[in-house]
């Protein structure tokens, strides 16, 4: 509808003035009528990162973090264990990232594992088969007092077909 209008107005006033009179920005005029395609986003191979561990590297950090000194031990404490001994292999990070790609890093505490708890689910056909009520508290006449408002109400129809108003629950 807009479009339309713009192109009737467009060869006695102009697009910018036809995009003002009609109330559309230009942007959203031109993308919608734009006549060549838009340029293709350019597309690269993914390249290795330069300082990432090669597959002898990562073979030789997994057996020392698989070797019998070091079974028992966290990343961190084995790094600082070597690098006490004079020798860098890799950084904590990575010797976590490699253990992470073998599955070998989880939580060690017991998860509480709790089903997935169903909602009750009421379904009424007809009136006076499901009830359900509520409490509501109200003002009373002088600051600090309240009234509490007791109400049943029958599911399929709506009505309420008993209540009661008291001054404490």
């Not at 990162?49 to 020392?64: G, I, M, N, S």
């Not at 689910?121 to 007809?126: D, I, R």
Request: net charge positive; hydrophobic share 35%; with cysteine.
């Amino acid at each position: 509808m807009t479009d339309q209008a713009i192109q009737e107005l467009r060869p006695m006033i102009g697009i910018k003035a036809a995009c003002a009179v009609v109330g559309r920005s230009r942007a959203t005029y031109y993308r919608g009528h734009r006549t060549s395609p838009s340029p293709p986003r350019p597309t690269r191979p993914p390249t290795r990162q330069p300082r990432a561990l090669d597959a002898a590297e990562q073979d030789q950090v997994r057996q020392v973090l698989h070797s019998e000194r070091f079974v028992d031990q966290a990343p961190a404490s084995v790094y600082a264990t070597l690098l006490d001994e004079g020798r860098y292999l890799c950084s904590v990070p990575s010797m976590y990232r490699l253990l992470r790609a073998d599955g070998e890093v989880h939580e060690r505490r017991r998860q509480a594992r709790h089903p997935a708890v169903i909602k009750p689910e009421l379904l009424a056909s007809q009136p006076n088969q499901v009830w359900s009520w509520d409490i509501t508290k109200l003002h009373g006449p002088a600051k600090w007092t309240y009234f509490y408002l007791y109400a049943i109400v029958d599911i399929y129809s709506r009505y309420v077909p008993g209540w009661l108003l008291a001054t404490r629950e």
